[in-house]
């Protein structure tokens, strides 16, 4: 299958403040971005920030690491020959000229600087008018996320946009979809968001431009298409995310055909947790009296009088069945939230085990 790598011409046209890319491992995302903010560094001096999470990832050897695929032939054209390899200095970002022969490296042009956003209130002094672009790389983590991380990235925006507008590009692999960004910033549709397509989501601020119209917020949400690379290397749960964009999860337990007649329902409730709604049934097997959870997806609205689970109680919508976490009921409810940490759990499908079993981790 013939290799096709991201462009930014999409997304780009719909000049969005804030610019979301997901998708697969080694489809271009990066580099579609580095091509675009080194071209305008040089030729127009419209600087860039490179950020990433924490200050272990921003040590200069790994950024010069970063920009290698672009270092030779393509800065080179870039800059006239001028300069063809990127160094990373006392936070800032340089176009150079490697000479062979001397072994000797020159910086020759600052293009951009490298920050941690866990350490985004050391910066609050600095001045970076000259900054056009934010460029947050894997922004969606397998691990850990700073506490209010939203929040944090918003108060850095701020120090390096003062009152100027920049362009911010999140960019991410399509590991977990339980992710801060999308609760805090509402991005519903992302869970079921289909491959190639676009999501604009905008947000009318409190502020007014000069015409004294309010400000309105743009976030474009793209799912990169399937690059149709065919990688020869990965294989089990994480090959999908990895060479074709489809979200990571692991195998977990299901029933089997038609085994559910095999189990009689004694209890049922929804689960809320972020974006993401479930419905929980509690099992037992008529046959050896062995007992089950069965998650699902909750696709339908929930109707009233039903045991709610949630993260986030919200009075005129729930009701007085609802508690914020697994705060039991009843003595038989506790038993039965027990199991649910403690027990067997199986899923409708790989993906939905993945969102809850995620969803579960924040409950604990």
Known sequence: MKQNYYRLTKIDKLNAQYNILLGERSNGKSYAVKEKIINDAYKNNNKFVLLRRFDLEIKASLVEQYFKDFCGGMIETITNGKCNTIVAYRGQIYLAFYDSDLKKTEKKKPIGYYMSLSAEQHFTSGSY???????????????????DE??????????IARRNEVKVYLI?????????????????????QKQGTIDIYEYETLQ?????????????????????????MFFGSAAGMITNGAWQSREYPH??????????????CVIKCKNFKFLGYFL????????????????????????????????????????????????????????LFDGIIVYSDNLTGSDFENCLQYFK
Request: hydrophobic letters at 35%.
């Open 208 to 232: 007014e431009n000069e015409n004294g119209e309010k400000i309105v917020i743009k976030i474009a949400v793209e799912f990169c298409e399937n690059s149709g690379k065919n990688s020869k």
């Open 255 to 268: 029933l089997i055909g038609n085994m559910r007649k095999d189990y009689e329902t004694v209890y049922t």
């Open 172 to 192: 991410g692999n399509t590991i977990s979809r339980l992710c801060p960004y999308f609760t805090e910033w509402n991005l519903k549709n992302i869970p079921k």
């Open 150 to 159: 939203p929040t944090k990235l918003m108060q850095l925006i701020s120090t």
């Open 284 to 339: 037992l097997n008529k046959i050896d009296n062995s007992a089950c959870w069965y998650i699902l997806p909750k696709t339908t609205e929930i109707k009233k009088d039903t045991r709610i689970i949630t993260d986030v109680y919200t009075p005129q919508i729930d009701g007085i069945l609802t508690t914020v976490g697994f705060k039991p009921l009843s003595s038989e409810e506790s038993l039965i939230f027990d199991y």
């Open 129 to 147: 008018t000259d900054v056009k672009y934010i460029v947050f790389e894997e922004f969606i983590s397998r691990d850990f996320y700073i506490k």
